[in-house]
């Protein structure tokens, strides 16, 4: 075709091409290995994980490979996407062609479970009981486990110590809806900004209402319950009271974060994950865990990841994944997740004793934790994300001021009720 | 000329911002009756390329859109294969939903309020422009440029234009002393918002075709009238547009099919929301589909379906107003 | 008319156009402003004090971005030409049967929105492997341009005289040659009108490569952009800086290539 069109302005495309060409070969060299097709044999395992963002030379993958070294083997390490890893787990799973060991997004084991391609941890002989049961219920159905969390982050309330200060607010004094909406009402008053959040229409909304939405006594089966009205009032007050920004409504856990590290916010609602951020802020900042309405932690929900070990055709494989699984959930490797990633907490009693000992700073996101709840837990499985959709709509048309929150989260009940029935 | 082509060029803020060509003229008068036959053979294997293409990368798809339409695909049964046959239950289910009323209507006003200020601003500026003044002809080359930037660079500009706390717009308006308006987030604004994106996105698309409308006008019949002595807006009013009346038809059909199937203008703005304020057919489709991280396909595709219908009834009316156009 | 109301029409021309292109020049003006000043009240006007950071992280972290794009841009054109201009010259010259309901198709096929395109073609591309590459997009790309390029070269092609092609039969050329060496070189401007859309449209895709290229190692410009506007929304000079790159290879090949456009848009665009 080219050929035929005697035109300079080709001739320039042609070179263009050429170039792209160039582009093309320096890309293809960064990218990742695309889909690992079988377990293979001999001494190669295969893993799947959700932290693309660690390359081949990351810490991460090292110690992944130290674990293979540990047990004898090569372990052959694939990252995808949170989401592109569930629809390659089925895919693989249907051609069976599953991997050894998939650390997978703890909402998701549920999903995975329900197909029949994971072991439950019984069957391979891992043992769970020190794991503790909060953290381990996401991977839990109909009293099966069907996996072991490396660790966990949930939510907390990072503070600007310098804006408290200024406005006369005491942080250890909030322990409560009501002494928080003072500590806010004195931030405002000091001409400062309140709090923010993430309300933006999608799980990362649902995620981070549910800390108030069971802090008020709320569940998951019921969305329209006085509980839950109170919690989603305690949002649009905020709003209306000039407490939070309009931008809450749109605002991501990073958009948020992003504000918060402007400086002209008191609170932000935020993860574990920014602990290396907060500590590199321009300001002294704190962290306290989500007050529930009337006293105490609220249930933050976890996030992180779980060690699942898909069903292999060739069952005398399930040793060397014991032992692989078995590294990588060791106290001392525990703590060596939690500090590789700097936002894990571990999982067992144990592993947190001994990361604190280490960092005693990160001592509230060890109670956020411990008091943390999962989101598929209560035997939800995989009716959690439909309710999910369910409330971030309600949480989005009541902050927007569309609907009263009375009237959002009974619309929500309805389409939850419809879409799990 | 021979051939009635249309609008030959993209359209206002679509997806890809298609094109679109009318029919392009049937076969000329027959010759001998051998010479089809002989040619015949030779007509298949240089069409036969494009009728592989439509067959896989046309009608595939959208028999696999059909199929997920009619069964219960969840994530796990997308991926083994073994969805359950529901026949059209996804279809009442889309109808019922709470989303569905909101939907069809910001669908009806974006595209109407959307189609209507294109056609209105880009006919103004065709007649303004249609005076040759200095300049003229560079300054309508640069009335180009917002057609030709990806959509996504639009969006994104508009939506920190937009913004409530830092954006442009609220800033001057502030100066005015009106308050903060939330553009992109109350649910008053949203739909306005995507609404005014939209008719920027189209105004170029409708000022060339309009344009090049006026220049097939003669200008003797505006000058005899003039000469009988009537003025400027009557003059255009009751000879320049109604002669312009075909090429009127063609341009807002073709925008009304083509901003009903927008995505990504509302996507990048407001993903719909708050809520469902922004929310249209198509929108919702991509979100059920894609937006949510919880792929859910079959009530997507149910809803893509029942978009493609109301683009075909439009798309009929299309070709019958052509039709009739080429036979006049 | 006399001089002076011309010049108040240029002037108005000017304002018409100031007004118009004001986003644009908002763009480019947020591209250059520092991020410290990104949100003060009132906004910068003009960025007095300009800064590159924007452009720096841009050709740092979006070059393999835009690369892609090229790539899948101009592999959008090749395939759209192969398909598209035998196919214009088979419904043009050639008197294929069925060329009516052919030409229905082909209108159908532009009506039909891009995310029902993209739900087929992810259930498709999840059982082939075609999810997350370039091939697959430039396939699900160029079905945006292929029946626009089938229509545009058919309408073209029937206003070849037969004699052109009456004289290189009569030479002893065949179907093919006679396309090859007469046809095409005549239909140059067509091929390039086309070309110049099917790049347009698939460098500016968003729908497409958002669902079916979201996990991809290689994504193009505009996905870049938006995992941009996920990610750091306080960089807003970066997010414009990229969109303002985004828009120059666009700009720059209309500009180059405004002769063809225009004759390619006029020529077919009113009946007469």
Redesign the interface.
Known sequence: ??R????A??A??VG??A???A??A??GS???GG?STSSAGGGTYTWWDPY?QHDASSDWTKRVEACGVAAGVTIKRTA?????L??QA??SA?EGTAPDIILLDNPAVS?LA??GMLNTTESLGLDTSGIDPNLLAAGVIDNKTYGIPIGANTLALYYNKTILDAAGVDPSTIKDWASLNDALAKVKAAGKKGISFAGI???EGSFQFLPWFWGAGAKLTKLDSPQATAALTLWTDWLSKGYA???V??N?Q??TW??F??GTFAFDENGTWQVNSAAKASFPTGVIQIPAENGGAAPAPTGGEFLTMPVQKDTARYTTTKKIVECMTTTAGQVKTATTFAYYIPPTAAGQAQLLSQDPSLKPWVDAVKAAKGRTSDNLG?KY??I??AMW?AV??A?????SPTA?LA?AQ??AV?ATS | MRATQTPPVGSPGTPGREAAITSPPGPGPRPAGRRIRSTQWAAVAFAAPLLVYLVAFYAFPLYRNIELSVHDY???A????NAKFVGLSNYA?IVS??TFLPALRNTALFTLVSIAFQYAIGLGLAVFFRNNFRLSGVLRGMFLIPWLLPLIVSASTWSWML???SGIVNSVLQAFGIG?I?W????GM?LVSVIIANIWLGIPFNLVILYSGLQNISPDIDEAAALDGAGGWKRFWHITFPLLRPVSAITLLLGLIYTLKVVDVIWIM????????STTLAVWSYREAF????PAFSPASAVGNLLILIALVFGIVYLYLQRRQEES | MTARPRAWKTALGVFFTAVMLFPVYWMVNVSFTQTKDM?ADPPHWFPWDPTTEGYRAVFHQQ??A???S??IG?GS??LT??IA?PAGYALSKLRLRGTRPLNFLLLVAQMIPAVVMAMGFYAIY?RL?WL?T?VGLIVADSTVAVPFGVLLFTTFMSGIPEELIHAAKIDGAGTWRTF?SIV??VS?NS??TV?LFAFLWAWSDFVFASTLD??G??IPITLGIYKYI?????EWNSIMAAAVVASVPASVLLV??QRYVAAGVTAGAIKD
């Open positions: 075709m080219i035929l069109v005697k035109s302005r080709v320039a495309m263009v091409l170039l792209s060409g582009a093309l320096g890309c960064s990218a990742s889909s693309p995808y996407d949170t989401t592109a569930t629809n089925l895919l249907q999903t329900d197909t229409g999608t799980e920004p309009n931008s409504i749109t991501s990073n958009t992003e504000e590290l402007t995989t994300p439909k999910s959709q709509t989005q048309k902050l927007s001021g569309e609907l959002a619309q309805q389409a419809k | 969840t994530i796990r997308f991926v083994q294969g289910d939903s709470q913004n409530s706390d903060q939330n992109l987030t109350s649910p949203a407001t993903t719909g929301g708050p809520g469902d304020v937006g949510t991280g919880q | 949100r070059l393999p835009l690369g892609t090229l790539l101009l054109v090749l030409l192969v201009a999840l492997g997350d370039v090859r095409l070189p140059r091929i390039v070309s979201r996990n190692a290689m996920g990610n750091n929304t306080t180059l290539a």
